[in-house]
């Protein structure tokens, strides 16, 4: 009996042996849980471009928008957790659920792997707008209650929260001050205030960074714990004493499904340490107006702190009781 139960572990040892070496043989999938165009995909596809040097394998992006983001998120919880499906986690992962009771994934049911960027939003107007300041946007929501609009992917998705949490520190009802349009994905976002179809928003700067630099948008305040390089002269929303507002912050990170090998995680983990300090990497985040943050937190740690403010923010302004 000992002899077959040494035979067994040796065989066990072998193949977690194998597997790690082997580790990735195909292609990887790395789900974008948003639609093309926004600060996900853009960061989705900087990484894939980045990272299949270092892995040895092609990283396929694939956009698979729905509910917020959680469609494409369930999909990968769901997925065999064989390290060839992955997921761009964004803050809706730990947002979602924390504003839904119904949410389909619980902020904790993935294998954290690594944060990837810090991704601060942009307070903007069209270029045509009578509003220089954020001071002059607040007195005209002020002056004509939910008759000034704004473009968000929902009203408790990360681009609602940051013209709400605003409202909220203006002590402006965040729910009727200002009218939210909806529209899918940051390209819509973007497209919508360029049409004129809104009056402001406030998105990942990603999606609104060649707009300002071509000048068909101007910038009024960066929801960021610092200035952008890009935008030093836009201030931020801590700086000008919006205490909520200048919490809210978006962010990627690398989720797998849960129950992820060891190896897999190891594998990745020497990845992104890779990836860290690769120029490419670094330069697109620069272009996205992102700051890479591999390395910087513990990706657990931090979802949960995440998922724990929103909460607080969705009790606060009565999406929850």
């Known amino acids: 009996m000992k002899f077959t139960l040494s035979l067994a572990a040796a065989s066990i040892l072998v193949a977690s042996t194998a597997y790690a070496q ?103 107007v069209a270029d045509d707008s009578p509003y220089e300041s954020v001071g002059g946007l607040l007195e005209g929501i002020e002056n004509d209650p939910g008759a000034m609009s704004y473009a968000a992917s929902g009203a408790t998705a990360i681009d609602g929260f940051t013209v709400q949490s605003l409202l909220a520190d203006a002590e402006m009802d965040p729910l009727t001050a200002a009218t939210l349009i909806p529209y899918r994905g940051g390209g819509e976002l973007a497209t919508a205030l360029l049409g004129g179809h809104v009056d402001f928003l406030a998105i990942a700067a990603a999606s609104l960074m060649p707009h300002i630099e071509s000048g068909d948008m101007r910038p009024l305040m960066v929801f960021s714990p610092e200035r952008m390089k890009t935008l030093p002269e836009v201030p931020t929303a801590e700086e000008l004493g919006y205490e909520l507002a200048g919490q809210v912050i978006g962010w990627s990170a690398l989720y797998g499904p849960p129950g992820l090998p060891e190896e897999v995680i190891n594998t990745w983990t020497e990845v992104m340490e890779q990836v860290a300090e690769d120029e490419m990497w670094l330069s697109r985040a620069d272009d996205r107006g992102s700051l890479s943050t591999i390395g910087s937190v513990d990706m657990e740690t931090y979802a949960q702190e995440q998922y724990e403010f929103y909460r607080t923010l969705a009790e606060q302004f009565g999406y929850l009781e």
């Open 22 to 124: 082997s580790y990735p043989s195909e292609p990887v999938t790395l789900v974008v849980p948003y639609g093309p165009g926004g600060a996900s995909d853009l960061a989705g596809r900087a990484l894939a471009e980045s990272a299949r040097e270092y892995l040895g394998q092609p990283v396929t992006v694939v956009n698979q928008a729905g509910a917020g983001g959680m469609t494409g998120a369930r999909d990968v919880t769901q997925a065999d957790p064989d390290g060839y499906t992955l997921l761009l986690a964004r803050v809706g992962m730990a947002l979602s659920p924390a504003v839904n009771e119904n949410s389909s994934v619980d902020w904790d049911e993935y294998t954290f792997i690594s944060p990837l960027e810090a991704t601060p939003m942009i307070l903007a």
